[in-house]
């Protein structure tokens, strides 16, 4: 069996390993780099990304503090509940809806390309910055916070001797995590006409350049993705100690300033869905329904398909890590999947193609299988990252080590009714990622084929709105019925 782990463990590591051969050959053939790297358009575009990035990471981080503080105000379960779900939400909204809005807003259409640009990258990054915040505050020592409130130590002296030392690695992290979603996101540029990084690794494709020249051109990426993984190997070695009891040191109830907070978020994706409402009214719902029924039925395919395939892929996959694989194989496999899930996914694409021009047997059928792999392969890291979350909450029974109860009556009768509430919430958030991965579907949708995020991402170049409209609501609401959803099994996954 561990000769069948390590095979299978290559098998889905097999874009990356062809990505990394073609990478280690180029750079071995230094004049090549040279000439990929120092040509003006690319280097335009790759300070173009970095200006986006770093602007949109630190505005986000900046706003996510603020909005981190008046999660920490609320007091009551519900609206710590109601907070974080709405972020989430937020979160989930691909910024080429949240640019179907703004353009709406007159305000926004005085702005330049880049502060466009920044501003959508901006609201993005917002919710995730907020969870980033909340989440780092859990590092902190309480015990040197008490001492400090109880010397009275002045709050500066507080931030920067206690707090800052202990959190400081962690917003590193964090900061380059944000600045990689922005950088390697080229669709809300594009569309603006701010050209970025990625959007010319695409236009590299598009253009049948070599693939030993695309993947080159994508060593900003990959460089990265290293420095974030040594950051995660190296950065979360120290235990971390609950920070929630001090938080609340002076707090005894819920306070005002959370509650406006929440309500303004909640304003917020309501404004959202009001105009996009609004739009779609501007022509008959019935004609939009009928021009869009088709895509919406096969977008909502290929989301349940996609999303059960990968669930059950990841969970054989982790019980087989688990049981026969050793730690540095657990190391390379998370590094293998961070790559998958912040390296530009048409990277991930451009090797599945490869793979398949290398098979040479072409069909129908072989497209679809390519475009479904796709999605599988950008989904999995986000599959692994849940299901090791939901396993370090559960606790290992050995009871049934010392009775000799066959494999498959442990799994009906003791796995699976254990076991559903938490693999229907990873099945929902892999949906609601399927439903609004668009680089996989730029690349690989096959002939004849569309889903609402790739409709909604040509007609933004055509002007429909009424369209972009009615499918950025109804893409936004199946969002919202996803989450509702998993908030009510969540419960059930708890207990």
């Known amino acids: 069996m561990r000769l069948l782990t390590y095979s299978v463990l290559v098998l889905f590591s097999l874009p990356m390993l062809i990505l990394c051969t073609y990478l280690s050959i180029g750079i071995y053939e230094g004049a090549n780099i040279l000439h990929s790297f120092m040509q003006d358009s690319f280097l335009v575009a790759l300070k173009q990304s970095i200006i986006l990035s770093s602007f949109s990471t630190v505005l986000a981080l900046m706003a996510g503090l603020l909005f981190a503080k008046a999660f920490c105000t609320l007091k009551h379960t519900v609206l710590q509940t109601l907070y974080l779900l709405v972020l989430v939400v937020l979160f989930m909204i691909q910024p080429i809806m949240i640019l179907s809005v703004a353009k709406q807003v007159k305000l926004f259409g005085t702005l330049n390309p880049l502060s466009q640009s920044i501003t959508i990258a901006t609201l993005h990054l917002l919710p995730i910055a907020t969870l980033f915040w909340i989440s780092i505050y859990r590092y902190i020592q309480t015990e040197a916070l008490s001492i400090a409130h109880y010397l009275s130590t002045t709050k500066w002296s507080t931030y920067r001797y206690i707090i800052f030392p202990q959190i400081r690695l962690r917003i590193g992290l964090a900061f380059l995590f944000l600045f990689v979603l922005v950088f390697i996101d080229q669709e809300v540029p594009s569309i603006l006409g701010y050209r970025t990084y990625t959007e010319e690794l695409l236009s590299q494709m598009t253009l049948m350049e070599e693939m030993q020249t695309i993947v080159l051109s994508a060593l900003p990426s990959f460089m990265l993705v290293g420095l974030l993984s040594l950051g ?88 087989m890590l688990k049981q026969y694989a050793s730690r540095t194989v657990h190391v390379i496999w998370a590094c293998v999947l961070l790559c998958y899930l912040l390296l530009p996914h048409s990277l991930i694409s451009l090797s599945l193609l490869n793979i398949y021009q290398k098979i040479g047997i072409f069909s129908s059928v072989g497209d679809f299988v390519i475009f479904f792999l796709g999605y599988v392969f950008v989904l999995l890291p986000i599959a692994f990252l849940l299901l090791f979350l939901f396993a370090m909450q559960e606790k290992k029974d050995y009871f049934l080590d010392f009775f000799p109860v066959p494999i498959y009556q442990r799994w009906l009768k003791i796995t699976l009714p254990k076991q559903w509430a938490v693999w229907t919430i990873i099945f929902l958030i892999l949906m609601t990622f399927t439903l609004n991965e668009l680089s996989v579907s730029i690349l690989l949708v096959p002939p004849g084929f569309e889903t609402m995020i790739v409709k909604i991402y040509n007609l933004l170049h055509y002007g429909d709105k009424a369209n972009i409209a009615f499918l950025s609501l109804v893409q936004i609401l199946f969002l919202i019925g996803c989450f509702a959803i998993l908030s009510f099994l969540s419960k059930k996954a708890i207990r």
């Open 232 to 319: 995660i190997i190296f950065g979360f070695n120290k235990n971390a100690v609950s920070f929630s009891n001090t938080i609340s040191l002076n707090i005894q109830s819920d306070t005002p300033f959370g509650k406006i907070t929440l309500a303004a978020l909640y304003l917020w994706l309501g404004a959202m869905l009001f105009i996009l409402l609004k739009t779609s009214l501007a022509v008959s719902i019935k004609i939009l329904f009928n021009n869009n029924i088709e895509v919406i039925l096969q977008t909502l395919s290929v989301a349940v398909a996609v999303s059960l395939c990968t669930l059950v892929l990841s969970i054989l996959v982790q019980h």
